[in-house]
Antibody, heavy 119, light 107 residues
Framework: QVQLQESGPGLVKPSETLSLTCRVS????????WGWIRQSPGRGLEWIGN???????NYNPSLKSRVTMSIDRSRNEVSLKLRSVTAADTAVYYC?????????????WGQGTLVTVSS | DIQMTQSPSSLSASVGDKVTITCRAS??????LDWYQQRPGQAPKLLIY???ALQEGVPARFSGSGSGTDFTLTISSLQPEDVATYYC?????????FGGGTKVEVK
């Protein structure tokens, strides 16, 4: 059974880069697209983007200029980098498997990790 | 971008009641509509994909219907463990987008 576990700093300073990792166990990371979604009280659920192991990515245009996603097949990990963060980027960040080949049907999701942007 | 609107934003019903949640897309999305359940303190969980396909392991009391712009999630007989917030999501076109959620409580 596939399991996803997000990890990374819980506190990031404004203007810095948010870096998160999602470790995938129980499944081959090469067989699926993987997505990042965030959730905050003010913005609800917001799709950040999807990535595939051959370097293919699909980002939300609202975040595209600040986002980089990648896959490390040797570690079975998916990473997210979000540059130049502000308080508006404070959210719970989830990684999820896309079971629909980049159509964006997510199952399962990781437990999520809270990232707070504050000085 | 495609906007997703859910109604109601919250509801309270008794155990055994039939519960219906609606989701409307700002433009046609064919059947590319998915439903998620988020229990308090947990991550979202996929219930329904492609408007009406039940995800493996999801109880049969959950069902989905609709196409185009109007969709419905139905819980045929509400159970205590169904207390959660339910979200619709369009998977038709990037950027993917979610509804604002419907909070379901048990009386």
């Amino acid at each position: 059974q596939v399991q996803l576990q997000e990890s990374g700093p819980g506190l990031v300073k404004p203007s810095e880069t948010l870096s998160l990792t999602c470790r995938v166990s129980g499944d081959s990371i090469s067989d699926f697209y993987w997505g990042w979604i965030r959730q905050s009280p003010g913005r609800g659920l917001e799709w950040i983007g999807n990535t595939f192991h051959r370097g293919r990515t699909n980002y939300n245009p609202s975040l595209k200029s600040r986002v980089t996603m990648s896959i490390d097949r040797s570690r079975n990990e998916v990473s997210l980098k979000l540059r130049s963060v502000t308080a508006a980027d404070t959210a719970v960040y989830y990684c999820a498997r896309d079971i629909s080949t980049d159509h964006g049907v997510f199952d399962p999701w990781g437990q999520g990790t809270l990232v707070t942007v504050s000085s | 971008d495609i906007q997703m609107t859910q109604s109601p934003s919250s509801l309270s019903a008794s155990v055994g009641d039939k519960v219906t949640i609606t989701c409307r897309a700002s433009e046609t999305i064919n059947i590319y509509l998915d439903w998620y359940q988020q229990r308090p303190g947990q991550a979202p969980k996929l219930l329904i994909y492609a408007a009406s396909a039940l995800q493996e392991g999801v109880p049969a009391r959950f069902s989905g219907s609709g196409s185009g712009t109007d969709f419905t999630l139905t819980i045929s007989s509400l159970q205590p463990e169904d207390v959660a917030t339910y979200y619709c999501q369009q998977s038709h076109r990037s950027p993917l987008s979610f509804g604002g959620g419907t909070k379901v409580e048990v009386k």
